[in-house]
């Protein structure tokens, strides 16, 4: 069992990306030391220096050594910790390929798509990020019905690696339906997806790691604010 | 052994995100059935139906069932034939973790700046894709000499995963050279990469598969003319 001493992750409570890392630990039962870090301000030096090239969150420190991007850090938990519990990838190549698939299109296509329906200004270019995400959407609902088997997780009994993939975002999914005023976890659209939405966040997996909509929405306010007062602040 | 029977490959030569496949598959001792696409003209239906989201080359079909994106075919190939010679990701899962980091890093960040070097206009925007693209190979030296650990390979004695995700990649860098006038895997610059891409492309497993810069320049007018002509008559 490793120790919080040899695992650290340098995330945030708000980053899905991170929320991804948190999710596979917990599922592995690894313990392990949450370094907050304020990434929207500035970025510490030791993020810097685990993280060169992108110097992003998350990183996974793991016996001193990083682990970064959080797709990768999810693999690479589940095959370091791979006698703890359940595999989180299916154990077959083609389920496993299938589930990297998703994952990648998750991560190039649809979230894209769900960061410009923040910035999106005016009704018209609203409708049609709206009317893409819908696409990506129904997409996903496939490779839901899919992959489950009729079974309630992506993964199967329980959730595996497409649900920590997908998972992860549904605090800002919800966040989107507020502020966007739209229903896009809609029973009537993506049934399949609906349902697996409120399972995933009432595990006990998820349910103390995939932060609430209003406290997401309290934190997207105080982001925009520190935005606007160092755009300020560099333009005086 | 897999038959040419019950694996083919939607694939075109030039490319090096097929070239990765042909790579693996060589590797891997696989036979299989190459079905070259015209990706740049038309798009087959069996292309369409095999990989609906992206609708690129290529495909790996297995026993009719597709595998899509090239890095993931790779793992899917290394993993469903284990038992063909040796792994092509490493074992150690934490440098399989710094293979698949590279791998993204290449395709994500390195690449883009390559396919902006073709069409980069004016010395001064060519300069700093240029100056990019040197950024770049150094980040993949310092890589280089971490993976390779003093052997010839990212993979160490022999090809592996790194190897084919940036090798394939060799001929279409000659390219770069001969028609952007520059000296991109310079020795005196990145002394490691340079003698590894003579060791890759003298490979046995690379020598047929990786295209001679020649016969890609002119196979690059043939699709800038057709594109050309297109465009004309779309215009007409």
């Not at 991170?18 to 690894?30: H, P, T, Y």
């Not at 970025?43 to 050594?65: C, F, G, M, T, W």
């Not at 370091?80 to 190039?108: M, V």
Request: proline content about 4%.
């Amino acid at each position: 069992m490793a120790t919080s001493a040899n695992v650290q992750v340098l995330g945030a409570w708000s980053s899905p990306f991170s929320n991804r890392v948190q999710l596979a630990l917990k599922l592995k039962c690894i313990e392990h030391e949450f370094v907050e870090e304020a990434f929207y301000i500035n970025k510490s030096e030791r993020l810097v220096k685990a993280n060169p090239v992108y110097q992003k969150i998350p990183v996974l420190i793991h016996d001193e050594k990083p682990v970064c991007e959080s797709l990768l850090i999810v693999e690479y938990i589940d095959e370091t910790w791979a006698g703890n519990g359940r595999s989180i990838l299916p154990s077959d190549p083609y389920e496993r390929a299938i589930a990297r698939f998703w994952a990648g299109y998750i991560d190039d296509k649809w979230f894209p798509r769900m960061k410009e329906l923040a910035t999106a200004a005016g009704d018209e270019t609203k409708a049609t990020v709206v009317g893409q995400l819908f696409e990506g959407f129904a997409l996903l609902e496939e490779a839901f019905v899919k992959c489950s088997k009729g079974k309630a997780f992506f993964g199967g009994d329980d959730i595996g690696y497409l649900d920590i993939a997908l998972g992860c975002f549904l605090g800002w999914v919800k966040v989107a339906e507020l502020l966007g005023g739209v229903k896009l976890l809609d029973q009537s659209r993506i049934p399949g997806l609906a349902g697996w939405a409120e399972r995933f966040l009432s595990h006990d997996v998820a349910n103390d790691i995939i932060p609430d909509a209003p406290r997401l929405v309290e934190f997207y306010g105080k982001v925009q604010a520190a935005i606007a007062a160092a755009a300020k602040t560099a333009a005086d």
